[in-house]
């Protein structure tokens, strides 16, 4: 029984490929996942599955190697007057818009304002000023449509379908390509999970002493990282120094650490050094 649902029937046919390619353990390896119920014989998709596996595996995977063999697409440009910073206010928005038009139509209207008012509010057209982009953006924007006349509008119809049609074409690759991208991430999924975790292979054996009684402790690597920083650490106190500023830090420890038993006193019993005053 083939199944009605399209993704499932991928599923089913990219699980086969796979199979084909790393052999029964795989297969095996599946059965434990519910996922992949179709493989198990009393499953009703488990005829279907048969049917791919006993396929030449050039049948199964002719849909794939289509889609590898599409051509690439090019990026359509970008949308000419729809394309601007949104973040500007509505109220700049309506001046930068309207200077423009005025700008495209005939400049020196423009200029001459400038000039004589020396309007503030019109500094975006100097090119040091973060809005001056958006102004030339929509002066480009008027100047092609006062370009266009009525003839060539009507001429353009044609252009603008073709474009249209493009730009569709565009979409739908870039969908074909995102669906190709989950399911080669769902196929790494599935090669992880096939992985038999519970297989090692031995590397080399070490023996030890049978009369060994005491064991050395792991080496701490956090200890030795701090060695280079700190040389009185007790792990490393049998490694001589390798230099001459180690051997003075060494040497200096040890002193202070003489220094620190001081000289031998005798200690008195409680009340004794005042009995003592007391027979005087």
């Known amino acids: ?48 599955y ?28 970008d949308f000419l007057f729809s394309q601007y910073d949104t973040g500007i206010s ?16 005939d ?45 060539e509008i009507k001429k353009s119809k044609r252009t603008i379908l073709d474009n249209c049609f493009e730009r569709a074409q565009y979409w739908e690759f870039e969908k074909d390509k995102d669906r190709e991208h989950d399911k080669l991430v769902e196929l790494c999924k599935i090669q992880f999970a096939a992985i038999p975790w519970d297989k090692f292979t031995q590397v080399a054996k070490f023996s030890i002493p049978e009369d060994t009684e005491i ?21 490393f106190d049998s490694i001589k120094p390798t230099n001459e500023e180690e051997k003075i830090v060494s040497d200096q420890g040890k002193q202070k650490g003489g220094d620190s038993k001081g000289k031998k006193r005798k200690i008195r019993a409680v009340g004794e050094t005042r009995l003592k005053k007391s027979k005087k």
Do not use: C
């Open 1 to 48: 029984m083939e199944p009605e649902d399209t993704q499932l029937k991928e599923d089913i046919k990219t699980t086969v490929n796979y199979i084909k390619q790393h052999g029964v353990e795989f297969e095996n390896k599946l059965l434990e996942d519910e996922r992949f119920s179709f493989i198990k014989k009393d499953d009703p998709l488990h005829e279907y």
């Open 50 to 77: 048969t049917k791919l596996m006993n396929e030449p595996t050039d049948t199964v995977s002719g849909e794939d190697n289509d889609r590898k063999s599409e051509r690439e697409i090019a990026r359509p440009p």
């Open 90 to 105: 509505r109220r700049d928005m309506e001046v930068i818009k309207l200077t423009a038009r005025y700008y495209a139509k």
């Open 107 to 151: 400049k020196s209207i423009v200029e001459q304002m400038i000039s004589k008012d020396g309007e503030a509010r019109l500094n975006f057209m100097n090119s040091s000023h973060p809005l001056h982009k958006t102004f030339t953006d929509f002066v480009a924007q008027y100047k092609q449509v006062y370009s266009f006349t009525g003839q």
């Open 215 to 235: 064991f050395e402790g792991s080496l701490d690597l956090e200890q030795m990282r701090l060695r280079r920083v700190q040389t009185g650490i007790k792990l």
